[in-house]
């Protein structure tokens, strides 16, 4: 039975990762002990543990941690870790906060939008159709762009694609600003900055509001030739709606990172879609050589008492 505080590392990751972010944890926090929880955990195993740090780990996971102060998730995403009823709603709950990965989500979403803009999707199909067929130049500044959710990964990608010239719209749910932007608020405005977008990127959290979002009516109130890139749940997307909506040709194309079920079956429509991108969840995966950093920042904050950094709320869903 262990007498001081403990700090568990509850996730599904496989083995060697789990290794890795244990190593890294350990040379980070010296004067700490870290607890694997992949290993077994018996009567009295759960003394002392006041810090979780998680990345999906199964339901009921921190159950019996009496002493439990902090859940820090070391993925941006929380819906898992909010719907589960074992975790005490009084225990501060933070989502990861790390400027890599907010670049690495910049990084894939401009990809995504030149390569719509450029039209290299198209010419990808035309290769293997062994096809030479050149295309009309659209410009940068010619392909206007909606941002849905202005949290630290939608104002990244926001700066990126004004940075490369795109104009772009910003969405989100309460009234926020944008430098270089122009900004809206509110599901009344939704409408006319859906069908002002040539490309509609989202990276809207997933809540009650949000799930399903992307159905048959939204995707009619987007122009027709438009495009859209999903780098934040698979469950705001319908994927029969999204199919129709490529079948009539109201949507040029779709890149999805995320999915309802992951990985994504092989049976999938999406798999062999002409008109579909298929990523395995890659856009910002978390990177534990600098997620570290950003945890052990959280913590040291936390047990001083100062403000925690990606605090959710949990009314909110984020």
């Known amino acids: 039975m262990t007498t001081k505080k403990a700090i568990l590392l509850a996730t599904n990751f496989d083995a060697a990762e789990q290794a890795q ?5 350990r040379a980070a926090l010296p004067d700490d002990l870290i607890v694997d929880g992949h290993a077994p955990r018996g009567p009295g195993n759960a003394d002392g543990i006041d810090i979780a740090l998680v990345a999906n780990p199964a339901l009921g996971a921190l159950q019996g941690l009496t002493q439990l102060r902090l859940v ?6 929380v819906e898992r870790l909010l719907a589960d009823p074992t975790i005490p709603r009084d ?3 933070a989502r990861m906060v790390d400027p890599a990965m907010n670049t690495s989500m910049a990084e894939t979403a401009l990809w995504a939008v030149l390569g719509l803009q450029r039209g290299f999707f198209g010419y990808a199909r035309q290769q293997h159709q062994g ?6 130049l659209q410009r940068a500044d010619e392909t206007p762009v909606a941002v849905l959710g202005l949290g630290q990964m939608g104002r990244a990608v926001a700066r990126r694609l004004l940075q490369a010239g795109y104009p772009v719209q910003a969405w989100s ?8 932007a122009v900004t809206a608020s509110g599901r009344d405005a939704l409408r006319g900055v859906l069908g002002a977008a040539q490309v509609v990127v989202d990276l809207l959290p997933l809540t009650p509001d949000t799930a399903g979002l992307f159905n048959r009516s939204i995707f ?3 122009r027709r030739g438009s495009a859209l890139v999903n780098l934040a749940r698979g469950a705001h997307v319908v994927d029969a709606d999204l199919l129709a909506a490529l079948a009539e040709g109201h949507l040029s194309h779709a890149v999805l990172d995320v999915f309802h079920e992951e990985p994504l079956p092989a049976s999938h429509p999406f798999w062999k879609h002409p008109q579909v991108t298929v990523l395995p969840h890659v856009a910002a995966p978390t990177d534990p050589r600098t997620a570290v950093a950003a945890v052990v920042a959280n913590l040291i904050a936390h047990r001083a008492g100062a403000p925690l950094t990606g605090l959710v709320d949990r009314a909110r869903g984020y």
């Open 91 to 93: 225990v501060p709950l």
């Open 131 to 136: 096809q030479w067929l050149q295309h009309p």
């Open 21 to 25: 972010w244990l190593a890294l944890l």
């Open 220 to 222: 009619g109130q987007m």
């Open 173 to 180: 749910r309460s009234a926020q600003e944008m430098p270089g």
């Open 72 to 77: 820090q998730s070391l993925w941006a995403g």
